[in-house]
């Protein structure tokens, strides 16, 4: 009989492994294998990079030893079908383990369930849901992204202890030290998009690129300015042709700042707008279409209040310093309308000990609703 201890320590490892697959440029999941029999290893893979072997893959081509009556780890359905590569089923079925332990079925519908059908078919046991929850929060981006169409969101901000992004007169360089500042650079190596309002334009003039050497990502820069308020002369323009930018306007915004924009290297997409300001979900939908999967929202309070109000935010990145601002008329981070009722609010899921960074503390964490 399978020794249930040894199925969470193998599990786990994969799922280590398949961490490492982060910041590769596709929509594809993460996902990691493990292949062991009678309590060790014999080879270990992840998806490395896009059109790759897959996880399975990669573990049976770094396996010196035979692969029969072993059982093989992996953190997400093993796919049944050809895009980049073959059909992982076909290359498991060949080696013959005796079983197979999946964690999470695979949300994509073409996918889902068949994988694991075509195992059993074989004679292959095949077993779901060790350290379920765990491979669920790894790949729920991808998971958005296959059943919404809509990438994962995540707000952005840096704020004092009593919750102030600027002062009253709008100063707000630097509430972050230069350890908190680095770190959100190497968050940025990991996106598809970051996501500003004009108004930040207008008032920061921000580049919005990684400052890492090698990113592993080049996030496309995407400007909400529903009327077309973005000056040539910023420098999200100025460097359109080298770094991806998208400003996104309403119907009614001028042509003609839209062709200088155009001639400039900006893509200007025209989404619906809903009382003066942008469609937020119009956005995600484009964004979406494009399998952008990951896309950080970086705004002002007011972009920010509106993705929260929205309900449209996935998870919190919140750098915290040992600031007080004070005054009613400085800046908060969501300043939008916010919720009426406290059983309205938004709980943080499992928000955990917030992280030391610097001079302040960084909290990480996901959102739901209370009412599920």
Known sequence: MPDARDDIFFMRRALRLAARGRGRVEPNPMVGCVIA??????????????????????????????TRAATFYVTLEPCCVTGKTPPCTDALIAAGPRR?????????????????????RAGIRVEVGVLAREAADLIAPYAKLTRHKRPWVILKWAQSIDGRIATRCGDARWISDKDMRAHAQRTRADL????????????????????????????????????????????????????????FCGGGAPRVRARALEQAGCVIHRVPTDDGNLSLAAVLDVLGQRDMTNVLVEGGGRLLGRFFDQRLADELHVYIAPLLIGGRDAVGALDGLGSARIREALSLEQPGPMRRIGSGWLLQTRLHSRSG
């Open 37 to 66: 029999r009678d309590g060790r290893i014999l080879g270990e893979g992840y998806h490395r990079k896009f059109g790759g072997p897959h996880a399975e893959i990669d573990a049976l081509r770094r396996c010196e030893l035979n």
């Open 100 to 120: 197979v332990v999946a964690a999470v079925r695979d949300p994509n519908p073409r996918i889902r369930g068949r994988g694991l059908r075509a195992l059993r």
């Open 192 to 247: 598809d998009a970051i996501i500003v309002g004009s108004g930040t334009v207008l008032a920061d003039d921000p580049a919005l690129t990684c400052r890492i050497i090698r990113p592993r990502r080049v996030a496309t820069r995407v400007v909400l300015d529903s009327r077309l308020r973005t000056p040539a002369r910023a420098r999200l323009v100025r460097t359109a042709r080298k770094v991806p930018t998208w400003v």
